[in-house]
């Protein structure tokens, strides 16, 4: 591993830490995404600490996958060829972790457009749902991390920055969790926006894992835009609300 101290005066090595930070940040907000939601299905008493659990879980993974930085190069080296396409253990990971999203993020829309077909399902789970929301959390913090590692390994061959990167990026995940998942929760429609998300973050992975290159800049433009469609939506409602209420 190298030193961190030769790096600290060398231009370059600041300015791939940046960069990386800023990747590390951005890739993280899928991760955040998923887990606020999750956690706001838990008993109120219950989400900080699920929410504080699975970033930890996230940023010991990171570190864990960094040990061994030399074994997760080789996940990417084809393990067997089908229909023309090598995949490799990497891509089978993000089919995975494709699947599962966009299977979860359906399941959730489903609930949301008509959570009256739900309400009996919810009563027996209460003990289970802690237990399986860590696991849930778990499987993707896994995904999350092994596409934000492999990424980290593409842009520089220093270890320290990879590691400084991870720290700075789950820190602000962490910071970002509750007003995040407050958020999400006081407002109904981000909810969908985010599912949303979720659904093209899953579609994205899958198409990966099948060797179809998708630029993430194009993901989290679009991601963007529909956020900033909702800001607009939300000031123009609140606008609503406040001239019925002087018209009153």
């Known amino acids: 591993?190298?030193?961190?101290?030769?790096?600290?005066?060398?231009?370059a090595a600041w300015v791939a830490l940046v960069t990386l930070i800023v990747m590390e940040v951005v890739l993280g907000i899928d991760n955040l995404i998923f887990i606020s939601i999750l956690t706001n299905k838990l008993p109120e008493h219950q989400r900080e600490k699920a929410r504080r659990i699975g970033i930890g879980l996230a940023l010991i993974m990171r570190l864990g996958l960094l040990g061994t930085v030399a074994w997760i190069v080789q996940l990417t080296e084809p393990v067997f060829e089908l229909f023309g396409h090598g995949f490799?253990?990497?891509?089978m990971i993000l089919i995975g972790?494709?699947?599962?999203l966009v299977w979860k993020a359906t399941k959730e829309i489903h609930h949301n457009v008509d959570p009256e077909?739900?309400?009996?399902?919810?009563?027996?789970?209460?003990?289970?749902?802690?237990?399986?929301a860590i696991a849930q959390i778990l499987l993707l913090d896994l995904v999350f991390s092994l596409d934000s590692i492999i990424t980290a390994v593409g842009m520089t061959p220093h270890v320290p920055i990879m590691v400084v990167a991870v720290v700075?990026?789950?820190?602000?995940?962490?910071?970002?969790?509750?007003p995040l998942a407050n958020f999400i929760e006081?407002?109904?429609t981000v909810v969908m926006?985010?599912?949303?998300?979720?659904?093209?973050i899953g579609t994205t992975l899958i198409a990966e894992g099948m060797g179809f290159h998708v630029p993430k800049g194009y993901v989290y433009a679009a991601m963007a835009f529909s956020a900033l469609v909702e800001v607009l939506n939300m000031v123009s409602r609140n606008a609503r609300r406040?001239?019925?209420?002087?018209?009153h």
């Open 1 to 11: 591993m190298d030193s961190i101290i030769p790096l600290l005066s060398d231009p």
């Open 242 to 247: 406040k001239k019925k209420g002087t018209v």
């Open 117 to 132: 077909d739900h309400k009996e399902d919810m009563v027996g789970t209460a003990v289970a749902s802690f237990s399986s």
């Open 168 to 178: 700075f990026a789950v820190t602000v995940m962490l910071l970002a969790a509750n």
């Open 88 to 91: 490799s253990w990497k891509d």
């Open 193 to 200: 926006l985010a599912l949303a998300f979720l659904l093209m």
């Open 97 to 100: 972790g494709g699947l599962f």
């Open 186 to 188: 006081k407002n109904p």
